[in-house]
């Protein structure tokens, strides 16, 4: 996130806290994407008044004693304000009805513990009973090692959500934001009816140099960029953050006119 009188990663440029927030924290300069947390994200792209938060006690506990978790989630909470690192509920998006996730990778860096996958999990079955579409605004850093085994069958369940969502003929906007890597990544990131991406996230499972080790074979540069992954059709579009509210009430509408007419997605 942006201070009072930090610079720009990318140019260089001197950046204004304020100016910085009401640009959507991105650069003016060079157009570098600063990290949103959960409640800026929703903010931007909802209507206003109209986000209703599900499941807000939801809180992480060290179920398998792991040394100094406890620590961590505190000092995760008092730094974001957060309980964990997903927010979850329902609003309107330019009068699009839907139900909606946001990761926050202040957050220790929106791992995927039991409460995030509970969380989504819950937030999907909501909407399939509802019949409303979901809009996922995903970052991670991968499973929540603190939780061991317990947060890797988070994919799985999450998954099976999604699944049931999708037999009911409901339609699943996931957007992956900085960075979208590990145990997200290869579950419910990448199991949408259309895969967004903001320009220049890092995508992928493993890291860069996990891989080369593995493969001994030398990656090509940036080949975990967003524009990639475009390229290489792991994502259907880019959305600037600028226009996320309008391109998103547009893929929203469209697919609800399909759901009028019995078109599945």
Wanted: aromatic letters at 6%; hydrophobic letters at 40%; proline letters at 3%.
């Amino acid at each position: 996130m942006a201070n009072d009188g930090m610079k720009c990663r990318k140019c260089n440029a001197d950046l204004d806290e304020v100016l910085l927030r009401m640009n959507g924290r991105v650069c003016p300069e060079c157009g570098n994407y600063f990290r949103l947390s959960a409640r800026e994200r929703i903010a931007l792209v909802t209507d206003r008044g109209t986000f209703r938060e599900h499941d807000a006690s939801l809180m992480s506990e060290n179920l398998i004693d792991f040394p100094e978790y406890d620590e961590k989630l505190t000092k995760a909470m008092e730094t974001t304000g957060e309980r964990d690192a997903v927010v979850t509920g329902h609003a309107k998006i330019s009068g699009n009805a839907a139900a909606l996730f946001v990761m926050d990778s202040n957050f220790m860096m929106a791992s995927m513990g039991t409460v995030v996958g509970e969380k989504i999990t819950r937030l999907f079955e909501y909407a399939s009973e509802h019949r409303l579409p979901v809009v996922g605004f995903i970052c991670s850093g991968g499973a929540r090692m603190q939780e061991g085994v317990l947060s890797l069958m988070q994919m799985a369940k999450v998954s099976a959500a999604v699944r049931w969502h999708s037999d009911a003929g409901l339609f699943y906007l996931p957007v992956l934001t900085d960075p979208t890597t590990g145990g997200v990544t290869a579950s419910y990131a990448m199991e949408g009816d259309i895969i967004a991406a903001e320009p220049g996230a890092l995508i992928g499972f493993a890291g860069q140099r996990v891989i080369e080790q593995t493969t001994g074979e030398k990656l090509p540069k940036g080949f975990q960029s967003a524009e990639f992954q475009l390229e290489h059709g792991f994502v259907d579009l880019l959305i600037e953050r600028g226009e996320s509210k309008e391109v998103i009430a547009r893929l929203l509408a469209a697919n609800m006119a399909k759901e009028r007419r019995g078109i599945s997605v």
